[in-house]
């Protein structure tokens, strides 16, 4: 298992359109366990293929909201290998959405409620699911990182400029530090 460095925008292999997982076999076990060790240093609680420059249709998630007797999250890892949405809710919701890919940057997002999902996991079994609240929202967004979308695509021209330049101003920080 390995750290990946995690693409920051306006990186422009973050707007690539992953494609299909042909096989699940090693090579693609060992990415997604890169991928969770990835994640979880960053710290984060989703992340997609492309975001660690790998145009896959796969992903990781771990929401990580209960704690243990120490404080420390109990992790429940998912992967979603070709994950596909169907019968979204006309129901929305609004989440403060951040990303790893646009560090230390967060804004309210809508999207579906509610979504019915399909997805391999990394063994090739086959699910499909109901999911709503904090999965549902997550899996959307790691689901437009395979569609090259970024949440920050979702707000109006004058928020994302804000955010682009908030984060400009981040990194330029982080460089002079």
Not at 53 to 69: F, N
Request: negative net charge; contains cysteine; aromatic residues 4%.
């Amino acid at each position: 298992m390995a750290i990946r460095l995690i693409l920051e925008a306006p990186d422009p292999r973050l707007r690539t359109i992953s494609t299909p997982v042909e096989a699940v076999d090693d090579e693609l076990r060992a990415l997604i366990a890169d991928m969770f060790e990835t994640m979880y240093d960053a710290p984060g609680i989703g992340l997609a293929a492309i975001q660690v420059g790998v145009p896959k249709r796969v992903l990781v998630i771990d929401l990580q909201e209960e704690e243990d007797a120490e404080g420390k999250p109990i992790r429940h890892p998912r992967v979603f290998i070709n994950p596909e949405l169907f019968d979204p809710s006309e129901e929305q919701s609004v989440y403060n959405e951040g990303c790893l890919s646009v560090p230390e940057q967060y804004a309210e997002v809508e999207r579906p409620a509610v979504i019915h999902a399909r997805w391999l996991d990394e063994q090739g079994a086959k699910h499909e699911e109901r999911l709503e609240g904090l999965l549902a929202t997550c899996l959307q967004h790691e689901m437009d990182h395979l569609e090259g979308i970024l949440f920050i695509d979702h707000l109006s021209r004058l928020k994302r400029e804000m955010v682009m330049k908030k984060l400009e101003k981040a990194r330029r920080a982080r460089k002079a530090a």
